[in-house]
């Protein structure tokens, strides 16, 4: 039997007769095997090549060589061919580490002079890919593996045809680019929810994605939670306006809230939710993912509300002006003011009846932005 890569590739039943063999010329059937598996792996079914590759396992040597290399190749083909082949099991058999060459670590380069990915490095991306598609797989090792939540699509024009692009975020607020095609739906059911995304680096740290598959957990399982109030919906745009109470201002797409929140919810101006701030480092715009939606008491409970007392109040024009007692906690937006002026329309229309100076009451209230430009105070409802 000759032992080299290109010898001719054995029919099945010189293949069975030669593994029955086996013990008596390992490495001139761990050849055959090779040659088989070349030719058919693709053709044969993930049973038939997983046996061949454990029949391998048998008779191999727990040395470097180039039979061993082959193998180790064509086991990172049949993972991408077979979901149900189990890549970290079958090298942990062979030791996979301790059977490659030097040059099996080195970048190889093609007859078109491009350098090409190490075997080294694409047995590491397959178990990357395996890892990613296996969550009870991950380990330690797994650190390339991140949970993602897509935030917006976007479009551009690329050699005259319209490509699109995801803008993903992570916990940690690092921001990456994927394109639609990367994805396990259509590109009108991307956004708003979390994949499981491989990710690779470059010598100069630049990262990106190779991989997406959905994932099993949902924005708050990646995310903080945070208590919000909705401030205004754009119809024209589709944008859910939102603040917490450190006066922080979020955005939240409308067409994300069928994939965080019960079929048929709606949201409306007003209303106090849970939400998952998304935001990209360096980023001055903040998205949100809305993840529940609270009740009145329990709005006004979790997200935090100002005494004051009021010190004017004009019915005619429907507006007080009021005076917090509460203290007044230092917020990254600014400095909210111990005094200011609200519009009664905030209020119940039976407790605007009794505005009058000195009556105690409760602001909800934030820093906003204003026409011109300043933030100031913002009172969003009084109770």
């Not at 939400?275 to 998205?287: A, H, M, R, W």
Request: charged share 25%; net charge positive.
């Amino acid at each position: 039997m000759t032992n080299n890569q290109d010898a001719k590739v054995p029919s099945w039943e010189e293949l069975v007769n030669s593994i029955s063999t086996g013990s008596s010329h390992p490495e001139a059937t761990c050849w055959e095997i090779y040659r088989y598996l070349r030719q058919n792996y693709k053709t044969i079914g993930s049973e038939t090549s997983r046996t061949l590759l454990f029949a391998y396992i048998k008779l191999r040597t727990d040395k470097p060589s180039l039979i061993n290399s082959c193998m180790m190749d064509m086991a990172v083909k049949i993972s991408t061919t077979y979901t149900d082949f189990q890549l970290p099991r079958f090298l942990d058999m062979c030791n996979h580490t301790s059977c490659l060459r030097d040059e099996d670590r080195q970048k190889q380069k093609g007859k078109d002079g491009k350098l090409y990915l190490s075997l080294q490095e694409r047995i590491d991306r397959a178990l990357q890919s395996y890892r990613l598609h296996h969550p009870e797989a991950r380990n330690e090792n797994s650190k390339d593996i991140i949970s993602m939540y897509a935030v917006s699509l976007f479009e551009k024009i690329k050699a005259g045809r319209t490509c699109r692009f995801v803008k993903m975020v992570a916990a940690n607020g690092m921001s990456l680019i994927a394109d639609s095609h990367q994805f396990p739906c259509r590109p009108y059911e991307i956004i708003g929810k979390v994949y499981d995304v491989s990710v690779t680096s470059s010598k100069e740290d630049n990262k990106r994605i190779v991989e997406i598959v959905a994932s099993t957990k949902a924005p708050s399982h990646v995310f903080p939670i945070k208590t919000g109030y909705i401030d205004g919906i754009d119809e024209t745009y589709g944008h859910i306006h939102i603040f917490d109470n450190m006066s922080h201002h979020y955005v939240a797409d409308r067409k994300t809230i069928t994939a965080t929140l019960p079929a048929r919810t709606t949201v409306q101006k007003g209303m106090f939710i849970q939400f998952c701030p998304i935001i990209s480092n360096g980023d001055p715009f903040k998205s949100a993912a809305i993840v529940n939606i609270l009740d009145r008491y329990k709005g006004h409970e979790s997200f935090g509300s100002y005494s004051a007392k009021i010190t004017y109040a004009n019915p005619a024009q429907h507006y007080i002006r009021y005076t917090i007692l509460s203290d007044i906690p230092t917020t990254p937006e600014g400095t909210i003011s111990k005094e200011g002026f609200a519009s009664t329309s905030t209020m119940k229309p039976d407790m605007e009846k009794e505005m009058t100076v000195g009556k105690n009451i409760q602001l909800i209230l934030f820093l906003k932005r204003g026409i011109n430009g300043q933030k100031s105070n913002h009172v969003a409802e009084i109770y």
